[in-house]
């Protein structure tokens, strides 16, 4: 079987992969599948810089071909926070729970109408033999006020769809696939996938 390794220690992330390359018969590895801890420290200031750093870092480590995927979460109330800084909003023990107790706190007083917000994905791929190369995607919504849903991981429990009245959380993995600004990269990176991919090269 083919493979892709996703330079990602983020389980979340791991499991929206697996949802996302299931199509391509692809198996999807990330660092939790390798030996040693390989964590590379995030010190760009966009999704791009951080990205790259990831894909560039982990390709030249294992001398192989990686996806890295560096993703958050833009809410228009708060100048777009958390961005770049999604994961460790609350602290850098990077803890789910505690980031959207800290969204639902600082959006209390602002209404539905402005609570607009957006996830966006960069992917980079990097790795011998090729140029890095990175693909973008961006997903609508709405910051809700209470969590709905137990599906995803991070802020899907209140990232509201208006179009699907759901929430992230409350959508199965394949409709989050669908619609999600990991999805829209991915279908941007998805004609090279066959160069980037293990055991391709004869
Ligand atoms: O509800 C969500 N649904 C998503 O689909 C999603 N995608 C990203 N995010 C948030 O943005 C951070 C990424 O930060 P990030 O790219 O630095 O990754 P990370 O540090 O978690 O892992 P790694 O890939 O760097 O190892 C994550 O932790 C989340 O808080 C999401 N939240
Ligand atoms: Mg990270």
């Known amino acids: 079987m083919k493979e892709v390794l996703i330079a990602t220690n983020n389980k979340g992330k791991a499991k929206d992969f697996e949802a996302l390359f299931k199509p391509f018969g692809v198996q999807v590895l990330t660092l939790n599948d390798i030996e040693g801890n390989i964590d590379v420290e995030e010190t760009g200031t966009t999704f791009e810089e951080n990205a790259i750093l990831k894909a560039e870092t982990v390709a030249n480590l294992l001398g192989k071909i990686v996806i890295a995927d560096d993703s958050g979460l833009e809410?228009?109330?708060?100048?777009g926070a958390p961005g770049v800084y999604s994961a460790r909003y609350a602290g850098l023990e990077k803890n789910d729970d505690a980031n959207i107790d800290k969204v639902l706190g600082e959006l209390a007083k602002t209404p539905e109408e402005a609570r607009t917000?957006?996830?966006?994905?960069v992917l980079a791929v990097a790795g011998p033999g090729i140029a890095?190369?990175?693909f973008s995607g961006s997903c609508e919504g709405i910051i809700h006020s209470q969590r709905q849903g137990t599906n995803g991981f991070g802020y899907d429990p209140i990232f509201y769809l208006p179009e699907?009245?759901?929430t992230m959380a409350e959508l199965s993995p394949e409709e989050k696939s669908a619609i999600s600004h990991r999805g829209a990269a991915l279908s941007?990176?998805?004609s090279k996938l066959p160069q980037y991919m293990e055991g391709d090269q004869k």
Not at 117 to 121: H, I
């Open 164 to 166: 699907q009245k759901r």
């Open 75 to 79: 809410i228009d109330a708060l100048d």
């Open 132 to 134: 890095t190369e990175t």
């Open 188 to 190: 941007k990176l998805k």
């Open 117 to 121: 917000a957006r996830f966006r994905c």
